[in-house]
Nanobody
Framework: QVQLVESGGGLVQAGDSLRISCTAS????????MGWFRQTPGKDREFADF???????????YYADFVKGRFIISRDNAKNTVYLQMNRLNAEDTATYYC????????????????????WGQGTQVTVSS
């Protein structure tokens, strides 16, 4: 069982940067691929969009096109934490951001579908004012 807790959300202005974190319980964090999803206003959580992910080994990353070049995902296995660095934020990035953990993946695999993830955090709100 893995419990995930996101933190670091808040209100920022367009063009600003923000880093949110997700800390996991347990000793097996390094065995999970980690992903970030976001639920934009008016969309149900079950339709949250994949933002990006990081593999459990070698820190391979993969991003959705709408954040490519602006967002960076990293992880610190010693701290059981995955980060989402968000740069050049705009109003369309306003959302609740969720981290998720996917077990049983090959070392370099990064799942992009919600159904591939076993554990989810409670979400952190990011609001970008224009």
């Amino acid at each position: 069982q893995v419990q995930l807790v996101e933190s670091g959300g808040g209100l920022v202005q367009a063009g600003d940067s923000l880093r949110i974190s997700c800390t996991a319980s347990g000793r097996t964090f390094s065995t999970y691929a980690m992903g970030w999803f976001r639920q934009t206003p008016g969309k149900d959580r079950e339709f949250a969009d994949f933002v990006g992910g990081i593999s459990r080994s070698n820190n391979f990353t993969y991003y959705a096109d709408f954040v490519k070049g602006r967002f960076i995902i990293s992880r610190d296995n010693a701290k059981n934490t995955v980060y989402l660095q968000m740069n050049r934020l705009n109003a369309e990035d306003t959302a609740t951001y969720y981290c998720a953990a996917a077990g049983g993946r090959s070392p370099f695999n990064i799942p992009a579908m919600r159904s591939d993830y076993n554990y989810w955090g409670q979400g952190t709100q990011v609001t970008v004012s224009s």
